[in-house]
């Protein structure tokens, strides 16, 4: 990381963005004024302080550049021209200055700073007046986002530095990176934590213990193949913990799917209940400081915010297009346009959307200042609550936990959760299930989620020739619809093909520069 900006950023006076606060998370003072000194002195601190860590300058690059071109671009879902660094992922030649992936570092890097940094202000300077549950609380929800940071980069470097204080990178600016594994461990010890002192209930996009146990099940999920090592069983205690997380959310919860696919990405329905971790925005903020993937809109100004169209034409590669069975309408058109689809929500003053373009993206296109009732949304600040995990994956975590090492399985509790994502999508359920299926219904349900470089890393750990070979048999081409016939495009540019050292991406060329320790051998972390 470039060390300088990292420590800029630790600073103990925060210049903190826009995110929100309160039940709406939207009702803060500029975090420029909060200091580690004169803030922090009670309950209502904690609170402000810890809702600026869901949003806004930190997130906003990461959100813009890389969550949609590392999770879909880079797993061939999706595809864009006219981007020479996301042409790079969709081609597997991805080098050290490319700039998305250069965001994804610094974005991650920049979360776990401001998270760094509100740990110790609240450690050292909230006073004993403030109930000890209270500051746990707001410990653990920057706990839990510092944790997301570092699982991300462990799922794209491997090997990284673990920062736990930013200030002693003022006596030792240059470190050495960390072990995979210890990295992981690092993240589920956070999770814990935020497990065990968060809430099970809180205000709408607030995170809870549900969302802590969700997200541990995810971590142990993947970590559970690391030392197959390519090739073999994944390790059955951390399977176990998965499921025992998992099932917790499933069981216990007391949450439920929402009932229509389509309405989880819609702003009207921002911070339902399957939600267990969003990303809050507000409208109307600056360049790089909200929710920018209406940027990505297939269609014209009528559906779009301020009457500016999209300019990023990011769309469904052929691969996934392949994916959707025709019984599968309901999640493909909520993911994807394709010529012809009408959509009621955008432009619903004007009558309504037909796409007249070829294919699109459709997940996160929330349509105009009216549809949206928010006269202050511009463009580059959709108030779309893009959540980062939700319920329906957490099912899926369960399914996948209890079939662990098996080819299939036909337990009934895998199966009725396993069910409950395909039922609500309209889909017949299953007798039995296994890893291919569930690999699918992962890749279908969460596409355009940021999540499909995760499923084929996480089967690179402990299958890495059957990872290779996904990626190699992949269509990573774009297509034309007209009248319901598909015709496949040319590739963008000469595809790589994928081999073991795709699954890492290079350590980012400014960073190697600033610290040239990151080349050299990984160092144990010391828990």
């Known amino acids: 990381m470039k060390i300088k900006k990292t420590m800029a950023a630790a600073g103990l006076c925060l210049a903190l963005f826009s995110a929100g606060c309160s039940d709406s998370f939207l009702d803060r003072p500029p975090l420029s004024q909060i200091s580690a000194d004169n803030f922090y002195q009670t309950t209502n601190d904690l609170r402000l302080a810890t809702a600026a860590l869901y949003g806004g300058k930190p997130w906003a690059e990461w959100n813009y550049n890389c969550f949609l071109p590392i999770g879909d671009v880079l797993s061939g879902n999706m595809a864009v021209g006219y981007w020479g660094d996301a042409v790079q992922l969709n081609t597997f030649a991805v080098t050290g200055s490319n700039e998305i992936m250069i965001a994804n570092w610094k974005g991650m890097y920049k979360v776990i700073a401001h998270c760094n940094v509100t740990i110790k202000a609240i450690e050292e300077k909230a006073p004993a007046s403030i109930p000890e549950k209270d500051k746990l609380g707001a410990i653990a929800e920057a706990k839990f986002l510092r944790a997301f940071a570092y699982y991300n980069l462990a799922l794209l470097w491997r090997d990284v530095p673990i920062i736990k204080d930013n200030t002693e990178l003022i006596s030792t600016p240059l470190v050495h990176r960390n072990p995979l594994e210890d990295v992981f461990r690092f993240a589920a010890n956070d999770l814990l934590f935020a497990a065990k002192n968060l809430p099970v209930k809180d205000a709408a996009g607030r995170l809870t213990s549900w969302s802590a146990q969700g997200m541990l099940s995810k971590v142990y999920l993947t970590w559970a193949g690391v030392e197959a090592k390519g090739n073999g069983p994944r390790n059955q205690a951390l399977l176990d913990s998965a499921k025992l997380h998992a099932g917790n959310v499933c069981k216990q919860s007391g949450l439920s799917l929402l009932p229509n696919y389509a309405d989880l990405f819609k702003s009207q329905f921002n911070d339902n209940p399957e939600s267990l971790f969003a990303l809050q925005w507000a409208p109307g903020t600056g360049w790089l400081e909200g929710n920018m993937l209406q940027v990505y809109s297939p269609g014209g100004p009528e559906i779009s915010a301020a009457g500016q169209a999209g300019w990023f034409g990011i769309a469904p590669t ?9 019984e ?36 996160h296109i929330i349509g105009t200042r009216i549809d949206n009732s928010a006269p202050t949304m511009s463009l580059t600040s959709s108030i779309e609550h893009n959540a980062l995990l939700r319920l329906a994956e957490v099912y899926l975590i369960y399914a996948e936990a209890v079939m662990g090492n098996n080819t299939s399985t036909t337990n009934a509790d895998a199966l009725l959760y396993f069910n409950k994502v395909r039922t609500r999508a309209g889909i017949a359920p299953v007798s039995s299930l296994d890893a291919e299926t569930l690999f699918k219904e992962r890749r279908v349900e969460l596409a355009a989620e940021g999540h499909f470089w995760e499923d084929l890393v996480r089967l690179s750990y402990h299958n890495e020739p059957k990872a290779i070979k996904k990626l190699n048999e992949q269509e990573r081409v774009l297509f034309t619809f007209e009248s319901g016939v598909v015709t496949k495009s040319n590739p963008l540019a000469e595809i790589t093909p994928a081999n073991t050292t795709t699954f890492k991406l290079p350590i980012p060329s400014p960073e190697v520069t600033a610290n040239p320790k990151l080349l050299e051998a990984p160092v144990p972390y010391s828990f």
């Open 318 to 326: 052929y691969d996934l297009y392949k994916q959707y069975t025709k």
């Open 328 to 363: 599968d309408s309901i999640r493909r058109k909520a993911t994807v346009m394709l010529k012809g689809d009408y959509y009621a929500e955008l432009n619903a003053a004007g009558g309504g959307y037909k796409f007249a373009g070829n294919s699109g993206l459709k997940k």
